[in-house]
């Protein structure tokens, strides 16, 4: 069955740094979204993409955050300068189409940890 | 303000106990609600949605219910596979046509011992 992958893992960074955070989304699919998790925390909406474009974002998808679809299968997210409290579990998602009858299909995620 | 409650946060039961999960919702206006599995590690795994008060959706031991209010998530004869954490998700019509914007309740933990 076709999933979303996502890549690294894990990844340690130093707070002011760069990180760029990547998916591959499922081949078929036009939609695409971030969502993070901190620990302990709900599940919370970031951004959703189509069309080459950012279509909704939620307020923690601030100027820090970045989001990219440089080819025919990469989405990336980039966090321009990290703080302590972007630690968190990061999730790719993708979905054929915009409705309910078209599910979100979640990657295994990214642990980004800011030290 | 959108919010969605599970209760409860951690639920252990016996090999072939049923039970059910609670998810309760405040939206101004529900266009989908979404029950969502996952395992330690891994990305939510999707289950369900539903759409309008008394919809149910059933797959193998997992049956889903919706009201204005809340939906349940009703295990029958659980098995030791079924230890999850299910989260409820919910999307307002207040927000686009995407479905993305989904808000999330913290979950319920659940452990099925052998």
């Known amino acids: 069955e076709p999933e979303v992958t996502q890549t690294p893992s894990h990844q340690v960074t130093q707070m002011g740094q760069e990180v760029i955070l990547r998916c591959v989304p499922i081949?078929?699919?036009?939609?695409f979204y971030w969502y993070r998790q901190i620990l302990g925390q709900k599940v919370e909406f970031l951004v959703s993409?189509?069309?080459?474009?950012?279509?909704?974002k939620s307020e923690i998808f601030d100027d820090q955050f970045s989001v990219e679809r440089p080819d025919g299968s990469n989405f990336t997210l980039k966090i321009r300068s990290t703080k302590l409290e972007d630690s968190a579990m990061y999730f790719c998602?993708?979905?054929?189409?915009?409705?309910?009858?078209?599910?979100?299909?979640f990657g295994n995620g990214t642990r980004l940890t800011v030290t | 303000e959108d919010q969605v409650t599970q209760s409860p946060e951690a639920l252990r039961l016996q090999e072939g106990e049923s039970s059910s999960l609670n998810c309760s919702y405040t939206?101004?206006?529900?266009?989908?609600l979404f029950w969502y599995r996952q395992d330690p590690g891994k990305g939510p795994e999707f289950l369900f949605t539903?759409?309008?008060a008394g919809e149910e959706k059933e797959k193998e031991r997992l049956k889903a219910t919706l009201t204005k209010k809340e939906s349940f998530l009703h295990i029958t004869a659980p098995k030791p596979e079924d230890s999850a954490t299910y989260l409820c998700?919910?999307?307002?019509?207040?927000?686009?046509?995407?479905?993305?914007?989904?808000?999330f309740g913290k979950g319920t933990k659940l452990s099925v011992k052998p």
């Open positions: 998602a993708s979905s054929l189409g915009a409705r309910g009858n078209s599910p979100l299909h």
């Open positions: 081949s078929n699919h036009l939609y």
């Open positions: 993409f189509y069309n080459n474009e950012i279509s909704e």
């Open positions: 939206v101004s206006g529900l266009r989908g």
């Open positions: 539903l759409y309008s």
């Open positions: 998700a919910v999307q307002s019509l207040s927000y686009g046509g995407s479905q993305g914007n989904l808000i």
